[in-house]
């Protein structure tokens, strides 16, 4: 380390926030660490942050997102004990991944910080409270999480979202123990749930997180969910993907919705997945449906006047990941130039190797990230997101 | 006073370049000031170069002096040490009726003397060099962890602080307690 030393303290505050600003963001994180007067000059910073995301995977971590760069923050925890660690123990280390992409290039910088004396929920209070950032979201991922997640509520800030995702096929009873404690703590103050492939059971089903006055319900794979469920979701949106609703059920939702049943209800979307295009003659039996646009888009009425509008999609077209891979190696040869962001969701976790073949695509830091480059030199980053069904994502950069 | 024209080699080279334009429209000779620090040594500075500084181009606009009443009452910054008003009139003069460029140069390489460039710059008004001050003062943490931030920026721990606090109210009760037992003195 270099012998120069500055005094900063003893600048004028109004300097002193001069210099703060022309900080990177995970440095600005790392000089409020080293007081309490110094957070308190960088909380009057009021930096503001675009999307912070909380993520419960093996190990916990926070991702934030500021735009043009991001930082991502790991724990590390110790498992050496008997018992699985929780969010009110300090972790051996921090992880800290700085992400930049500047002209077409990602710089990707990690270093590696001393726990500080925080626990993890210390960690992501202190964090959180450094920045104007209205969208924290958390995701829960049971099964892979090896700790254990207790006194939820004190460790984390404000949540607007919270997912939480399955993906073993055979969880245990612990398991979906603690997807209830997150539900039964998380229910009465945030307003918009993912639930991928949860299995809830009697004592805690979808009727009850219907019942949640939300905001949003996402609901991905339900175990055999019943007309029952959906004329309780008393949700303004949602989202039921791969579900195993008949099309007669649907029918006597919507019958009943002409009723008077599921007035706060704006939008629905049900994703069959059945690879044919429903019969649309059971779907809309005894509606009185106006049709619009070459019959696919029907208008409903209830009984107290307000309008549906019941629009059946046909997703009987699939792309194959050698699909995509020739898209891309068309993308690297100059096609779509105009092309930002490409979003194509899967039912099946992608195979790497078939997607990526001869695109001499680059790894990135983060996890399942790719990054690869186009004949005029513009960059995109080709990752995979779980939180929805898993997703291909494809950004370009520049 | 001892005296010295330090800008007048770095003003010198500008009259050759504005000598074309003369022959379009009489040539306005470049008007000069004098500044000194506390250790009282005398820089010349022209007008154009002094332009940087908010603070004195303020007080030129203000006081209107002439050539010789400038000579005779060199600007005093006191509170500003010899070497960084050097430091400040050489950048001023670097500079002098350039665009500033993203990244300087010509920055100060005593990087020891950056705590008393940064309050000069602040206190003279020169918006440009000050951001380039911050900006080294950045730099010299970045990638830094907490630890390092701690030790390079001197950052007092928060134990520290606390102390410096109790000690700072305790002084400041034994004086207003001075001053009561004075005023209680006066009025008998």
């Known amino acids: 380390m270099t012998n120069l030393r500055f005094p900063f303290r003893r600048l004028p505050d109004d300097l002193g926030l001069m210099v703060l600003k022309t900080l990177e963001h995970h440095e600005i994180i790392a000089y409020s660490l080293t007081s309490k007067k110094a957070l308190s000059l960088v909380q009057s910073l009021g930096v503001s942050l675009g999307n912070a995301q909380i993520r419960m995977n093996d190990w916990p971590n926070i991702y934030l997102d500021f735009g043009n760069n991001t930082v991502q923050f790991n724990w590390t925890m110790d498992v050496n004990g008997e018992d699985l660690p929780d969010l009110d123990e300090i972790p051996i280390d921090v992880d800290v991944s700085a992400q930049k992409i500047d002209d077409s290039t990602v710089h990707i910088e990690p270093f590696t910080w001393s726990n500080q004396g925080k626990s993890i929920g ?46 073993t096929a055979e969880p245990s009873e612990h398991d979906i123990q603690r997807a209830q404690n997150i539900l039964r703590a998380f229910l009465p103050c945030v307003k918009h749930f993912r639930l991928y492939r949860v299995p809830l059971q009697e004592d805690f089903s979808i009727q009850h ?57 704006k939008h629905l979307l049900v994703h069959g997945n059945n690879g044919i295009i429903p019969s649309k003659d059971v779907l809309l039996k005894g509606l009185q449906a106006e049709g619009e646009m070459r019959g696919t888009v029907y208008t409903i009425k209830n009984c107290v006047g307000m309008c549906g509008r019941i629009t059946i999609l046909d997703n009987t077209r699939q792309f194959s990941l050698r699909d995509l891979n020739r898209v891309f190696k068309l993308w690297k040869k100059g096609s779509f130039p105009k092309l930002k962001n490409l979003m194509v969701l899967g039912e099946t976790i992608p195979d790497w190797s078939v997607l990526l073949k001869g695109l001499q695509a680059e790894e990135t830091e983060r996890e399942i990230e790719y990054t690869i480059r186009n004949c005029y030199g513009i960059l995109a980053k080709i990752n995979t997101d779980f939180t929805t069904l898993p997703t291909i994502n494809f950004l370009v950069l520049n | 006073m001892s005296s010295t024209e330090q800008g007048t080699s770095s003003a010198a080279p500008a009259e050759p370049t504005t000598a074309p334009e003369s022959a379009a429209a009489p040539e306005v000779p470049e008007s000069f000031y004098y500044v000194h620090g506390k250790d009282k040594v005398v820089h010349k500075v022209s007008a154009g170069a002094l332009q940087h500084s908010a603070l004195i181009h303020g007080m030129i606009s203000n006081l209107g002096y002439t050539e010789e009443q400038a000579k005779a009452n060199p600007f005093p910054f006191e509170n500003i040490d010899g ?57 010299m943490v970045k990638g830094k962890s907490p630890e390092e931030i701690r030790e390079i920026w001197m950052i007092p721990t928060d134990a520290e602080d606390e102390a410096a606090e109790k000690e700072a109210k305790k002084r400041a009760g034994k004086e207003a307690a001075g001053e009561t037992a004075a005023a209680a003195g006066d009025a008998k």
């Open chain 1, 122 to 167: 210390e960690w992501i209070q202190h964090i959180c409270s450094i920045f104007l950032c209205e969208l924290y979201e958390a995701d829960f991922h049971i099964g892979n999480m090896r700790y254990d997640v207790q006194s939820l509520r004190n460790a984390f800030p404000k949540l607007r979202k919270i997912g939480i995702y399955f993906f």
């Open chain 1, 209 to 265: 997180i219907g019942m949640a006055n939300l905001k949003e319900l996402e609901i991905y794979y339900p175990r055999n969910p019943k007309l029952e469920d959906l004329l309780t979701l008393n949700a303004e949106r949602c989202t039921i993907l791969e579900n195993q609703f008949s099309l007669r059920v649907l029918n006597r939702f919507f019958k009943l919705w002409k009723k008077g049943s599921n007035r706060k209800l």
């Open chain 2, 83 to 139: 070497d960084i008003l050097q430091m400040v009139v050489d950048w001023c003069n670097q500079h002098k009726g350039k665009p500033t460029p993203p990244e300087d140069t010509n920055l100060p390489k005593q990087k020891e003397k950056l705590f008393d460039l940064v309050l000069a710059v602040n206190y003279l008004e020169i918006k440009e060099l000050l951001t380039y001050c911050c900006k080294q003062v950045a730099m």
